[in-house]
């Protein structure tokens, strides 16, 4: 019954009990006092003392939060509150009585056994409520353990708890936890809500050997946030669980759609991102929340990994409205589904668009007009766009000035170009068409900030164009990630292009959610364009990738997967980096983004060669729409090397991808 109230109609019922509580306790605590005699030698003290204390304890009670925690889950901060409240109590009932002693009697008898009475009456219950509720939930799981899948819950203190209590809670699982592995021999032995930490984490084939001779069958375990954290070799526990035949869930954390703490009582499987690479950065939501509530938003590339995260965060923060630009039917009618599922009062627009018709494109987004606009649509695949120069160029190169235009033209506050860590010292056309993307926006950047350029309407242009270099994301599609499990799962082999390439790893989530904190941070800081870079964190080479990978798979890599070097492919490289020598990288205000600051640039002298290549671009060969590449971006064209040091020096990432394969479809 309780179960069908409202939070406000639960909190009130809480309130009126620990009122009746504290008269009850107050009386008692006199009757103890007086005895029989209460009434004919105490009455009117009883009342007046009752007149203070229950408005006061109303005010103490909120005060302290006593109504924030829930009866069901009761505890030690709960325990604490109530502490704290009936002494701040007890001590007004002993300055009362002093300072009103001829008209309040209360003695010290009273004031003892009313602190212990008050303690018992508002912890006693919240307890008897609480044990009641483990009851009813223990009846319930006796019943769900016949048919729920027995788990095993790998970690142990305050994670396990709370996994076990989400297991508790959701009458709709179908998991069962019938034992605690932890990384600590200590904790063998102990009970957690009612489970038993039956052994370590090196005993789980024994553990579940011995469970099975129990007619237990183990039918997967759940890994703990502590244990994917921190343990060192979790990769091979989980390879192991697996060889075993568990199935393998960690619990899904609410920051994973976007809440602020705590689990949820559902369950996903682990995957190489839970385990690889470093622990991701607690990222401030407001920023984000002021760029992004109550604007209009268009995303290209809406249907890519990238584009379809930047979509479902800007959802999440409360845009007013978003369009999404995607030349993919399928693709956008999946990012469609999914953001209409999580959103159901989300104002979307999903358009089918070529960023690469700029007549189409400048008519959606002036109709539309937009606040910021974020440019994830690119072709992104290295060795393919070395055959295929027209097709970068035209995307990456005259798409982007295109979407860049009608951003200007439409009067949008930001532009937000995804780039790539292969526009520095680019070797490759993929990497010179970003770099090419990147000086067009900082040169119209330029014009904007002298108020050369005005919008539709007449009025001076007041765009702010932001570029986010990063590197490699991690099980985006086309990516390594997803690759390798498609080899491992066909039974090899795993093929990575080189023993020492070696990337940094940033997940999608993460690298989204900073791109939108620095997007803030810039157009709240300056007018002029910016490059922003984001720290990726520590390498890790790909052939311990692609190991550890099998590991998690139950194979053994050499073993039951081989593992085949390829060699460098067309516009490869073992390293990259983020930022040129030349360019002075600057810390900002926020932590894990960082401030590029290129050679300048002639903005008209750039401008005109951009026009050039538009109006002449259909008449140009693959040759010539190189060179023309190379004009625009000389680096490329001179073939300059990036500096050994460089690579050692500077923090080194892989953008598109790590062995070869692009992290992001085309979404052109």
Not at 368 to 379: C, L
Request: hydrophobic share 45%.
């Amino acid at each position: 019954m309780l179960n069908s109230l409202s939070g406000n109609t639960r909190r009130a019922l809480a309130f009126v009990h620990d009122m009746i509580a504290t008269i009850l306790a107050i009386s008692f605590a006199y009757y103890i006092r007086y005895q029989t005699g209460v009434w004919d030698n105490a009455s009117v003290h009883l009342m007046i003392a009752m007149a203070i204390l229950v408005p006061a304890a109303a005010m103490v009670y909120h005060l302290v939060g006593l109504y924030r925690g829930i009866w069901r889950f009761a505890s030690i901060p709960d325990l604490t509150a109530i502490l704290k409240a009936v002494t701040i109590l007890s001590v007004g009932l002993i300055i009362a009585d002093f300072v009103a002693r001829d008209t309040l009697l209360v003695p010290r008898t009273v004031v003892a056994v009313y602190w212990l009475a008050q303690c018992a009456a508002l912890g006693g219950s919240r307890l008897i409520y609480r044990i009641y509720r483990d009851q009813r939930v223990a009846r319930a799981l006796s019943v769900k353990a016949e048919t729920a899948a027995p788990m095993l819950i790998l970690g142990a203190g305050t994670d396990a708890e709370v996994v076990i209590r989400s297991i508790e809670t959701a009458a709709r699982e179908s998991f069962f936890a019938v034992g605690v592995l932890s990384h600590r021999r200590a904790h063998v032995g102990q009970v957690i809500r009612g489970v038993p930490v039956l052994g370590t984490l090196d005993q789980l084939e024994e553990v579940v050997r011995d469970l099975e001779a129990k007619t237990v069958r183990i039918r997967g375990v759940i890994v703990c946030a502590d244990v994917l954290d921190s343990h060192k070799s979790i990769e091979d526990v989980i390879g192991r669980a697996r060889r075993m035949g568990l199935t393998v869930e960690r619990p899904q954390h609410l920051g994973d759609t976007g809440r602020k703490a705590g689990y949820l009582s559902r369950f996903e499987p682990v995957r190489i991102e839970d385990v690889v690479g470093r622990k991701a950065r607690d990222i401030d939501l407001e920023p984000m929340r002021r760029l992004i509530s109550g604007r209009r938003v268009v995303v290209t590339g809406g249907g890519g990994s990238i584009g379809a995260e930047i979509c479902r965060q800007v959802a999440r923060l409360g845009c007013e409205r978003l369009m999404i630009l995607e030349n993919s039917e399928f693709a956008l009618y999946g990012v469609k589904q999914r953001l209409n599922g999580q959103h159901a009062t989300l104002a979307l627009d999903p358009v089918l668009c070529d960023i690469r018709q700029r007549d189409v494109v400048t008519c959606r987004i002036e109709d539309f007009r937009p606040d910021i606009v974020f440019h994830a649509a690119a072709y992104k695949h290295v060795p393919m766009l070395e055959h295929q120069p027209r097709e970068a160029i035209q995307t990456n190169v005259l798409g982007t000035r295109n979407v860049a235009d009608a951003a200007v033209v439409a009067g949008a506050q930001a532009f937000v170009l995804i780039s790539s860590d292969k526009a520095v010292y680019p070797v490759s056309v993929m990497g010179a068409t970003k770099r090419a993307a990147e000086i067009y926006c900082g040169a119209v950047g330029e014009r904007i900030s002298r108020g050369e350029v005005t919008t539709n309407s007449g009025d001076k242009a007041i765009t702010r164009f932001i570029s986010v270099r990063f590197g490699n994301v991690l099980g985006t599609s086309g990516s390594v990630v997803p690759l390798f499990n498609e080899q491992i799962a066909m039974g090899g082999p795993v093929t990575v292009t080189h023993p020492d390439m070696e990337r940094y790893f940033m997940t999608v989530s993460e690298a989204v959610s900073l791109v939108l904190l620095g997007s803030a941070h810039c157009i709240s800081t300056s007018s002029k364009p910016s490059i922003l870079v984001l720290d990726m964190g520590e390498p890790i080479k790909i052939v311990d990738l692609a190991e550890r990978m099998v590991r998690l798979a139950g194979q053994e890599p050499g073993k039951d997967i081989r593992i085949e070097f390829i060699g460098l492919r067309e516009g490869e490289r073992l390293r990259e980096t983020l930022f040129a020598r030349q360019e002075d990288l600057l810390e900002t205000e926020v932590d894990g983004i960082f401030l590029a600051n290129p050679r300048a640039i002639s903005s008209d002298l750039a401008l005109s060669a951009f026009a050039d290549l538009a109006e002449n671009f259909s008449s140009l060969d693959k040759a010539k729409l190189r060179d023309r590449l190379g004009i625009i971006v000389p680096e490329y064209g001179e073939g300059v090397a990036m500096p050994a040091d460089d690579a050692e020096a500077t923090h080194v990432a892989d953008e598109t991808e790590s062995d070869g394969n692009p992290v992001d479809r085309p979404a052109a």
